[in-house]
């Protein structure tokens, strides 16, 4: 089974401060997503990659960066977190080569910012 | 702008019924779309992936594709209270190796 995790299910930070979150992932896929979900919104797109140190920017990557050191490892980074960045925060994964580019998800970080 | 177009309900069937929830999508060289569910509070989990024109059957779900009508459906026989839940529709566009386009999600309700 595909199993990706994220480093916490509910975050609280405060305005300004810098926010890390984790993605794991342990089935060896090379293509790994952050989304945001926001009620009326759907799923958004902050960033992706496909390979180690490679990175695409998604539909709203202002206000974030991300770093993957490691094939199985994702990280989103909110350089100076602000209130409109509370969201629930996904992190997927796929197959890139010989796959049927099925998305696998993490359970969500919950980030509030105050 | 590629899009995925979905009714956001909610759906209200009884319990024993058949839930339809249907998806439509722009990009008329799309290769593979899925089928989502997604409880409260939860991630989307993955519950039905087709590639071809037809149907394909997974235990009490059947999705059904046409690739000429740019649509894609789900089909839930015998629903569960338990099937309560927001269905996303995802669809790859032909241009894309990584990226899926997501609807917005059907909302069902299965009364009991």
């Known amino acids: 089974d595909v199993k990706v995790t994220q480093s916490s299910r509910y975050l609280v930070k405060r305005t300004g401060e810098k926010v890390f979150l984790e993605c794991v992932q342990d089935m060896d896929h090379e293509n790994m997503f952050w989304y945001r979900q926001d009620p009326g919104l759907g799923l958004r797109l902050i960033y992706f990659?496909?390979?180690?140190?490679?990175?695409e920017k998604g539909d709203i990557p202002e206000g974030y960066s991300v770093s993957r050191e490691k094939k199985e490892r994702f990280s989103l980074i909110l350089e100076s977190a602000s209130t409109n960045q509370t969201s629930m925060y996904l992190c997927a994964s796929s197959l890139r080569f010989m796959g049927g580019y099925e998305q696998y998800f993490g359970p969500g970080t919950r980030l509030t910012v105050t | 702008q590629k899009e995925v177009e979905q009714n956001s309900g909610p759906l209200s069937v009884p319990e024993g019924a058949i839930a339809s929830l249907n998806c439509t999508y722009s990009?008329?060289?799309?290769?593979?779309f899925f089928w989502y569910r997604q409880y409260s509070g939860k991630s989307p989990e993955l519950i039905m992936s087709?590639?071809?024109?037809g149907d394909k059957e997974d235990g009490r779900f059947t999705a059904q594709l046409n690739k000429a009508s740019q649509y894609v459906s789900l089909l839930i026989r015998d629903s569960q209270p338990s099937d309560s839940a927001t269905y996303l529709c995802a669809v790859r566009p032909m241009d894309s190796s990584y990226k899926l386009i997501f609807g917005s999600g059907t909302r069902l309700l299965v009364r009991p």
């Open positions: 087709i590639y071809s024109n």
């Open positions: 990659s496909y390979d180690v140190k490679m990175k």
């Open positions: 990009d008329r060289g799309s290769q593979s």
